[in-house]
């Protein structure tokens, strides 16, 4: 592919994938976290098996359920669930800075695993990329934060790598949608049992909540899973796991554009940063195409 069409590619994978934060805020004033995922999930589900249904061969490729099922309880029901938990008591900044771990974890667990080597350079990028979003995030305060929001927020993201990983070593040749469908209804049956113990009762959201819950059914969990099992394929765990570096940055400038919040000098040193780490992380392959 093209190096400037997967610049392109990633560059609205981070976009719609960091717009999840802001719309969850908004839907997040009706819906406590495990309802909204909940219904998320299914709502995403419902519109996507129609699809399946055409696609052919959908019920009876048990690679595809089983593979599907798996990510979906480490992709949507760990990884989202334990992150939206642990907002209850962490900051938000705080627990971005953790899920952008998950470039440094997805490289050490694709080298464990056995699916991509780590070199030098990727490690290194990660880790400068990981210095940018600290800068981003503003977490170098010194305030004081809850241990077990920490602890399920470093959950999730090793949950989330996990994931990554398994799908570039096992679910490659899987149909891209399938395995979303699956995903959502994994993340629907261990989520609504949660909802429906923990969660508080429902009342009709507003106007402002349904466009919220809309965007992440139709843009990030369709559209946005969707980029992001294709990106896996094309650049390989570790590398994918990378662009998600930009997302802190992204975060803060649909924050500016949608919410209103102020532009910080730190934002732009930060990218800067996330930039060149991107950048050293994914050289190799670039390299490795033109030869």
Not at 142 to 171: E, K, P, Q, Y
Request: some cysteine; glycine content about 10%.
């Amino acid at each position: 592919m093209n190096n400037l069409v997967l610049a392109g590619l990633v560059i609205i994978f981070s976009m719609i994938w960091s717009s999840a934060f802001i719309a969850g805020a908004v839907a997040l004033d009706d819906f406590d976290p495990f309802t909204l995922l909940a219904i998320r999930f299914l709502l995403s589900a419902l519109l996507m098996l129609p699809v399946c249904l055409i696609s052919g061969g959908f019920i009876n490729n048990r690679i595809a359920i089983s593979h599907g099922l798996l990510l979906g309880v480490l992709n949507n029901a760990l990884y989202l669930g334990l992150s939206f938990a642990a907002l209850q008591t962490v900051r938000p900044q705080v627990v971005i800075v953790i899920v952008s771990c998950a470039p440094l974890a997805t490289g050490l667990i694709s080298a464990w695993w056995g699916v991509e080597p780590l070199s030098p350079i990727k490690l290194l990028g990660a880790a400068l990329g990981l210095v940018g979003v600290v800068v981003i995030s503003g977490v170098a305060s010194g305030i004081t934060i809850d241990i077990w929001g920490v602890l399920m927020a470093t959950a999730g993201m090793l949950a989330f790598a996990s994931g990554t990983v398994f799908f570039r070593g096992r679910g490659t040749g899987l149909p891209v949608l399938q395995a979303n469908f699956w995903q959502s209804i994994a993340g629907t049956t261990v989520l609504l049992p949660i909802a429906l113990a923990f969660g508080q009762p429902i009342a009709m959201p507003s106007t402002s909540t349904m466009i919220a819950v809309a965007h992440l059914v139709l843009v990030v969990t369709i559209g946005g899973m969707s980029l992001w099992l294709v990106l896996i394929r094309i650049s390989g765990a570790a590398t994918a796991s990378t662009y998600h570096l930009l997302n802190p940055f992204f975060g803060v400038l649909l924050a500016y554009l949608v919410l209103g919040e102020s532009l910080r000098t730190t934002d732009f040193i930060g990218a800067a940063l996330i930039v060149i780490g991107l950048l050293l992380t994914t050289q190799e392959r670039w390299r490795e195409k033109e030869c």
